[in-house]
């Protein structure tokens, strides 16, 4: 089994963060994921956050085999230009793109103009606007008058082989779950690995395919699962670590992310991947090492790679 690496909440500097990406390549990796779409971070004002659509360009012209992601925010995008945007990022690196989006959640984004709407309109505008990226990408030219998404005779060129790129879309609740069933070739499991969550969400999933006449199975999975490996890794740490990183689980109980934790030695902790990703059929995890500073991420690609 293989899995991707994500280097996430804005720690390396370029030039560093170039680097790991390309021993993440040469170590077998089987995508890397960096920052997407953010306005600016709260927790650490003078941090560099750069921009997450230009690194995902930049890193896929500056390796050679590794698919790049990063997480788009529907609010941060017309749909046109995104499906303008990822058409030409897969003209430039036909394959690579890994195509992610959700809604976001921040409220700081609000300080840069971003519109705040409660969670069921932004869902609806992620709706229209995979309906008409869709559209564009099969080379269509497209009119839409929908509620957020306004287009008077869009097209696209060049469209991407066979008129489509996958769409990765990231959900736990039953809102974004019926998404996932109308538009998604992958469900990015917006939850820890916790089983009884997964399984309800799972089940959710499995009812929107039912209404929409679909196979679930025909939907992949990837999941962020985060990873601390080394003979001295405090579980305690590595819990209040999460917690800082990860907001938005608040909700979760301590129980039930310490055990979603995966920290220890790099032997255990490949083998918790692999019993995570088969018990819960993740076809590709990722391993989360959001916040670690470089010289402790070089040596976990090390320990995990998925070659060894």
């Known amino acids: 089994m293989t899995w991707g690496v994500a280097f996430a909440w804005h720690v390396h500097p370029w030039g560093e963060l ?31 956050a750069l921009d997450g659509w230009t690194v ?3 890193l896929l012209a500056q390796t050679q085999r590794i698919p790049i992601g990063s997480m788009r ?18 003209r430039l690196a036909p394959g690579r793109l890994r195509f992610a989006i959700t809604i976001g959640d921040r409220k700081i984004d609000a300080r840069f103009g971003f519109p705040r709407l409660a969670a069921a309109e932004r869902s609806a505008w992620l709706d229209e606007t995979l309906t008409a990226v869709r559209a564009l990408w099969r080379g269509e030219t497209v009119t839409l008058r929908g509620r957020h998404v306004q287009l008077d005779g869009a097209r696209v060129r060049p469209t991407p082989s066979g008129g489509r790129i996958p ?42 395919c039912q209404r929409r006449g679909r196979d679930p199975s025909e939907i992949a999975r990837s999941m962020w699962i ?15 670590e999460f ?3 990860n907001p938005w689980f608040a909700a ?36 989360d090492l959001s916040g670690l500073p470089g010289d ?13």
């Open 296 to 308: 402790a991420t070089r040596r976990t690609l090390e320990a995990l790679a998925p070659g060894e």
């Open 18 to 48: 170039l680097d790991l990406v390309r021993r993440a390549e040469g170590l077998g990796y089987a995508a890397a994921f960096v920052d997407g779409d953010v306005s600016m971070l709260d927790e650490r004002t003078e941090a560099e």
């Open 243 to 245: 917690r800082r990183l």
């Open 226 to 240: 985060f990873t601390r490996v080394g003979d001295a890794v405090d579980a305690t740490g590595a819990l209040r």
């Open 167 to 208: 769409i990765a879309i990231a959900a736990r609740g039953p809102r974004m779950l019926e998404l996932v069933a109308s538009h998604a070739d992958v469900w990015d499991v917006n939850l820890p690995p916790v089983a009884a969550r997964v399984r309800r969400a799972e089940a959710g999933l499995e009812a929107a």
């Open 73 to 90: 925010l529907v609010e941060h995008w017309n749909a046109a230009r995104l499906a303008q945007a990822a058409a030409t990022q897969e």
């Open 252 to 287: 979760i109980p301590d129980s039930e992310v310490a055990e979603a934790l995966v920290v220890g030695r790099g032997e255990h902790c490949r083998e918790r991947l692999r019993t995570l990703a088969s018990d819960l059929r993740i076809d590709l995890p990722i391993v």
């Open 56 to 58: 995902t360009t930049t």
